[in-house]
C-alpha cells in the first residue's frame, strides 16, 4: 500500500518536474533567439593564475566585423560593451545594465522594438545620447507610461530614450531581460564605460553571432574559431584567448540533466510500484484467509466462483486506486514543495495524474488475480468449517 | 408424483491420516415434497456429509443423486452454484452471517447472486424476515442480535429464494433449550407452509418434532422411523 502511494507519488513528482524543466528550456531557447553563438573574450594568464573572463581586451570591433565579413553563413556578428550603471529620470533613480550595441543585436536576440524605434546607422556611427530601454526600466522610472520622448540620465550623461523593448521574461540566469538599457556602441565607449578610468576602450563583453542555417552551427562555431586564432596570431596548439558558446546547447544540457533525474525517479517509482503490488497481493491474501467463512457462506448460498473471484480482484483494484489517489495527490504536492523551495518551473500535467493512477489499478489487478483465484478454490464446505 | 430428490447408493470418503474414512457409504433414499425429516446419529455417523451432498456442496464419489428430476452430480461448477441458489436454502449449526452488512441485507445475499433487482430484492427479504418474526430488527447488525434471532436471519436467508429444499446442519446445536423450541416451532410453520426440510442433530428431542427420523450409523442407514406414507427408503448394500 505504501509502496503504491510511494510509486504513484514519485511518478506524478518526477513527471510534473520533468514537464516543467522542459517547458522552461525551450522557452529560454525561444527568448534567447534561434541559432545564436557567443563569442566570450578569454581569460587573462597572469603568473600562471586564470583571471575572470573578460579580464583581457582580446575581443574588439574589428573581430566582430571580420566574422560577419569574412564567413558566408553568419547573418549577423553584434558587438556588445556593458555595464551597470546609475539611471536618473525627474526624480526617480535606478540602477541597472547599460549595453553599448549596434542594431544588429536586435536583430540576432529577435527582439522586437514595440513602441519607438531602433537605431539609425548615424545614431551608431556617430554615437548619438539615444536610449532604447526594456519593460522593465519604463516601469521603475517612467511609471508605465510611454518612455518614448523621454529623458533619461545615464550617470552623468543625459539620453533621448528614442525606443521601448518587448517584454523578454527571466533569462538563463534568473534575471529579468527587460531590465536594459541599450545605447549606440559608440556611446558607450566614448561616454559612458570608456569614460570609467582604467578600462580599455576596444574590449567587449561578448559578440553576438546569429547563424542563418541550424544545420550551419557547429561548422560556423569551427570557422569563426580558425579565423579569429588567426586574427589573434595565435599559433600551432597555443591556447586560444576567446571562447565560442552555444547557449542553447547549455540550456537543453540542464534540460537532459533534469530528464537523468527523472529516469531516476522512475527507476525508485517502479520499484516501489512492485513493492506495492507485492503488498496488496499480500494483503488480499490475509483477506482471504480472515473471510474463509465468509466465501464459504457466500458460496453456500449460490455465488459462483466467478462471482468470488471478481469480489476479490475488485476489492484488490479499488485497494490499489486508493493508494494511487493518495499517491497522486501526495506527489503534486511534492512537486509544488520542490517548485517552492527550490525555483524550478513544474507543471502538473494531468495526463500523469491519470497515467499514474491507471498504473496502479493495473498494478492492483494483476497482483490481486492470486488472492482471487485462491479464494475462488476454496471448498465451500471446508470454508464453512474453518472458524 | 415425481420425487423431490432421490439418491441411489451415494458414497463420499475423506482421507484422514494413513486411513480412508467412508463418511457416507452407499446411502439410497427417496424424498416427496413437503416432507419434514431428521437425519440423526452420533457425531461420526456421516449425517453432516450426507447434508452437504444433498446440499450440492460437495460430489459424491459414486452413486446417483437426482434433484426434481435431474441428475446433478455430474453438473459443473457454475451449474450447481446456480442450483444451489435457485433450489437450496442452508441453515448451519453457527449462525453465519456478514458482520459487516445489516440483517436485511445479510437475507438479501442469496437475492444478489440470483440477479434479482434492488427493488425486488429489498421487498422479498423484508417478507423473509417478517415470516421469522423479525419485521422490524432488518436494519440492526448482526453483532447487535441474540444468538436466536441470528438464526433466524440465517432461517429467513434460507427462505428468501423460495428454494424447493431446507436444509439444516444441527440448527438449534448452538442454542438454549427454549430458544431451539422457538426456532424448531419456526420450522414446524415453514413446514405446515408446505416447504421440504431436511434437519440434521445428534438429539433425540430435535429430530423428533420432524414428521420421519432416519438414523445414521457409519455412514449407513441404520432405521427409518416416523409417520410419513410416501417415504420409501431402501439401504443398499454395497
Not at chain 1, 511534492?334 to 513544474?346: F, K, L
Not at chain 1, 498504473?359 to 476454496?378: C, E
Not at chain 2, 427462505?159 to 420450522?187: K, M
Request: with cysteine; charged share 20%; aromatic share 4%.
Amino acid at each position: 500500500m505504501l509502496g503504491i502511494v510511494v510509486g504513484v507519488a514519485a511518478v506524478v513528482c518526477m513527471i510534473s518536474i520533468g514537464a516543467g524543466a522542459q517547458a522552461e528550456v525551450s522557452e529560454k531557447i525561444r527568448t534567447l533567439g534561434a541559432n545564436l553563438l557567443l563569442v566570450l573574450p578569454g581569460a587573462q594568464n597572469s603568473n600562471g593564475a586564470k583571471l575572470q573572463a573578460g579580464t583581457q581586451p582580446t575581443l574588439t570591433e574589428e573581430d566582430a566585423a571580420a566574422i560577419r565579413r569574412e564567413l558566408a553563413d553568419v547573418q549577423v556578428a553584434a558587438p556588445l560593451l556593458s555595464r551597470p550603471m546609475p539611471l536618473v529620470a525627474a526624480n526617480k533613480n535606478w540602477v541597472t545594465l547599460v549595453a553599448g550595441i549596434n542594431a544588429d543585436y536586435l536583430v540576432a536576440r529577435e527582439w522586437q522594438v514595440v513602441d519607438g524605434r531602433s537605431f539609425t546607422d548615424e545614431e551608431v556611427a556617430s554615437g548619438a545620447k539615444v536610449a532604447i530601454v526594456g519593460s522593465v526600466i519604463v516601469e521603475e522610472l517612467f511609471d508605465g507610461r510611454a518612455g518614448v520622448g523621454e529623458t533619461l540620465r545615464i550617470g552623468n550623461v543625459p539620453f533621448t530614450v528614442i525606443g521601448v523593448l518587448d517584454k523578454k521574461g527571466l533569462g538563463a540566469a534568473g534575471r529579468s531581460q527587460d531590465d536594459v538599457v541599450f545605447i549606440p556602441l559608440l556611446t558607450a565607449k566614448s561616454r559612458v564605460v570608456g569614460a570609467v578610468r582604467g578600462t580599455t576602450r576596444e574590449a567587449l563583453d561578448f559578440v553576438s553571432v546569429k547563424v542563418s542555417d541550424a544545420a550551419a552551427m557547429s561548422e560556423t562555431q569551427q570557422e569563426i574559431e580558425a579565423l579569429l586564432r588567426q586574427r589573434h596570431r595565435i599559433r600551432g596548439d597555443a591556447p586560444s584567448d576567446f571562447r565560442i558558446e552555444n547557449p542553447a546547447d547549455v540550456l537543453t544540457a540542464r534540460g537532459a540533466a533534469v530528464r537523468l533525474l527523472g529516469i531516476l525517479l522512475i527507476a525508485v517509482a517502479s520499484v516501489s510500484l512492485v513493492v506495492g503490488g507485492i503488498s496488496v497481493m499480500n494483503i488480499m491474501l490475509v483477506s482471504v484467509t480472515e473471510r474463509t467463512r465468509e466465501i464459504g457462506l457466500r458460496m453456500a448460498v449460490g455465488a459462483s466462483r466467478r462471482d468470488i473471484r471478481w469480489q476479490f480482484l475488485i476489492e484488490a483494484l479499488i485497494l490499489a486506486l486508493l493508494g494511487g489517489l493518495v499517491g497522486a495527490v501526495l506527489g503534486a504536492a511534492a512537486a509544488v514543495a520542490i517548485a517552492w523551495e527550490a525555483g524550478w518551473p513544474i507543471l502538473i500535467s494531468p495526463w500523469a495524474v491519470v497515467l499514474a493512477c491507471g498504473f496502479s489499478g493495473l498494478i492492483g489487478i494483476s497482483f490481486g488475480v492470486y488472492p482471487a483465484h485462491r479464494a475462488a478454490r476454496l471448498d465451500p464446505i471446508e470454508a464453512l468449517r474453518f472458524a | 408424483m415425481q420425487p423431490l430428490l432421490q439418491t441411489v447408493g451415494i458414497s463420499k470418503s475423506y482421507p484422514s491420516g494413513e486411513t480412508i474414512i467412508r463418511a457416507v457409504s452407499g446411502v439410497s433414499l427417496l424424498i416427496n415434497h413437503g416432507e419434514f425429516v431428521a437425519i440423526r446419529g452420533r457425531s461420526g455417523s456421516g449425517k453432516s456429509t450426507l447434508l452437504n451432498l444433498l446440499g450440492l456442496l460437495e460430489r459424491p464419489d459414486s452413486g446417483e443423486y437426482s434433484l426434481q428430476g435431474q441428475a446433478v452430480a455430474e453438473l459443473s461448477e457454475d451449474k450447481r452454484a446456480a442450483l444451489r441458489r435457485q433450489a437450496i436454502g442452508f441453515i448451519f449449526q453457527l449462525p453465519v452471517l456478514l458482520p459487516r452488512a445489516t440483517a436485511l441485507e445479510n437475507v438479501e445475499l442469496p437475492l444478489i447472486y440470483a440477479g434479482v433487482p434492488r427493488s425486488k430484492r429489498r421487498r422479498r427479504a423484508k417478507d423473509a424476515l417478517d415470516r421469522v418474526g423479525l419485521a422490524n430488527r432488518g436494519h440492526h447488525w448482526p453483532s447487535q442480535l441474540s444468538g436466536g434471532e441470528q438464526q433466524r436471519v440465517v432461517i429467513a436467508r434460507a427462505i428468501v429464494n423460495d428454494p424447493v429444499l431446507i436444509l439444516a446442519d444441527e440448527p438449534t446445536g448452538a442454542l438454549d433449550s427454549r430458544t431451539s423450541d422457538e426456532i424448531l416451532s419456526l420450522f414446524e410453520g415453514l413446514h405446515r407452509d408446505g416447504r421440504t426440510i431436511i434437519m440434521v442433530t445428534h438429539a433425540t428431542n430435535v429430530a423428533d418434532r420432524a414428521q420421519c427420523q432416519i438414523t445414521l450409523h457409519d455412514g449407513r442407514i441404520l432405521k427409518v422411523e416416523g409417520t410419513s406414507a410416501q417415504n420409501s427408503l431402501a439401504d443398499f448394500p454395497e
